[in-house]
Structures are given as structure tokens and as C-alpha cells.
């Protein structure tokens, strides 16, 4: 079994709509973070979470938000979906020191 | 905060040849880089890294090395071959503990 999962693979929305994206790991990390992957930028960093009571906002938080349900589980919100939000997203997790992270498959979402 | 640079955004090379990507980074606090691997339709996977009390990091074929002083580091892949075929990304990590990554290179591996 993959030891970061992320749950729907792809995903296809409506402008306005609501929608979560979960993550979960069996890696017993404590960090974890979720990106956003567009074409020609790279990978940045929506939220981050360094345990079930620690959540921070990373580059580009504006539109999401996130829950930490327990040290396996970080969801992904998207309150009121726009176009823009059209990209690939990442969850990921490390150790304490933050450094080598394990990705996800991700979840490519479509608004329209 | 961190600005991370990375270029090429594409590379083509004959199978054999080696391929270099270069990155710099702005936060002269980084301490840690590394470089990550992602294939078609998968997440970004670890392939090597680099701290700052080190100058070159070799693994097989692939090597890293990192001028504190210029402030970039760079990717070496010698003898490559169609699997290496992936967009690669370079990262440093400062003061923030957190990662920044570059915006890729697409690196082809002509047979």
C-alpha cells in the first residue's frame, strides 16, 4: 500500500461549488503540507501542519482552507471553488525536521 | 523569503549524455537542498540531497553540487538513459523549515 494517499485522483467542479480533497499517511509523520502544481511554477505551498493542533498558512492560502483530523489525516478545503483553482494538488509528509518529504499521487481538479 | 531559480525549464539530451540543471536560491540561511524526481503521473519522488557543510554528493549516476558563496547548486546526470525522462525539481530549505521549490525542467532523453 502507498504510504501517502489522497482521495479523489481527479475531480472536475463547478465555479461556486464546495469541494474537499483528503490525504492520508501511514507514515507516521508528524508534517504535513499540501501544494499546488501549475505549469512553469513549480510546486507552492497552500497550508502546512506540523501536528493535529499546529496549522499554518504557506504561499498561496488565500480560497482554501484546511483540517487536521488526526496525525494520518489533512484535508483540503475549497469554500466556494473558482477557475483559477485549476491545478494539480499535492499532499506531503515528513519527520520533524521538515526536510525529506513524501508525496502523494495527487489530485488533478478542474473547475469550470 | 526563499526564491528559488531553476533552469533549464526544458532539456533534450542523447541518450548518454549527461545533463546538468542549475538552480540559485536567494535566503543564505538555506541549509538543505534537495532534489526531487517527478514522473508522468505520479508525485514528485526524492532522488538526492545536499547540506550545506557538504560541497558535492554523489549517487550512481547522479551528483549535486552546491557553491554557498554563489549561492546555486546543480543537478549532474551522466550517462543518461530514457528513464530518466521526468520533470525535475530543485528545493531549499532555510530558516522557515520549509521546502521552495523551483518551477521544474522537463528533461528528455532522446534514444
Known amino acids: 500500500d502507498a504510504d501517502v494517499t489522497q482521495t479523489p485522483r481527479n475531480r472536475i467542479t463547478k465555479t461556486g461549488k464546495r469541494i474537499m480533497l483528503e490525504c492520508s499517511q501511514t507514515?507516521?509523520?508528524?508534517?504535513m503540507y499540501w501544494y499546488r502544481q501549475d505549469p512553469g511554477l513549480g510546486l507552492r505551498l497552500i497550508y502546512y501542519?506540523?501536528?493535529?493542533?499546529?496549522?499554518n498558512k504557506g504561499e498561496i492560502s488565500d480560497g482554501y482552507s484546511v483540517s487536521r483530523q488526526a496525525q494520518a489525516k489533512f484535508s483540503l478545503s475549497l469554500e466556494s471553488a473558482i477557475p483559477n483553482q485549476t491545478a494539480l494538488y499535492f499532499c506531503?509528509?515528513?519527520?520533524?525536521?521538515?526536510?525529506?518529504?513524501?508525496f502523494g499521487p495527487g489530485t488533478r481538479l478542474t473547475v469550470t | 523569503g526563499e526564491n528559488v531559480e531553476q533552469h533549464p525549464s526544458t532539456l533534450s539530451v542523447q541518450e548518454g549524455d549527461s545533463a546538468v540543471i542549475k538552480c540559485t536560491y536567494s535566503?543564505?540561511?538555506?541549509?538543505?537542498f534537495p532534489w526531487y524526481k517527478q514522473e508522468l503521473g505520479k508525485g514528485p519522488q526524492l532522488i538526492i540531497d545536499?547540506?550545506?557543510?557538504?560541497g558535492e554528493k554523489k549517487d550512481q549516476r547522479i551528483a549535486v553540487t552546491l557553491n554557498k558563496t554563489a549561492k546555486h547548486f546543480s543537478l549532474h546526470i551522466t550517462e543518461t538513459q530514457p528513464e530518466d525522462s521526468a520533470v525535475y525539481f530543485c528545493?531549499?530549505?532555510?530558516?522557515?523549515?520549509?521546502?521552495?521549490f523551483g518551477s521544474g525542467t522537463q528533461l528528455t532523453v532522446l534514444p
Open positions: 545536499i547540506r550545506s557543510n557538504v
Open positions: 528545493a531549499a530549505s532555510g530558516s522557515a523549515r520549509q521546502l521552495t
Open positions: 535566503d543564505s540561511a538555506s541549509n538543505y
Open positions: 501542519s506540523f501536528d493535529v493542533k499546529d496549522i
Open positions: 507514515k507516521g509523520h508528524d508534517r
Open positions: 506531503a509528509t515528513s519527520d520533524s525536521l521538515g526536510r525529506w518529504q513524501y
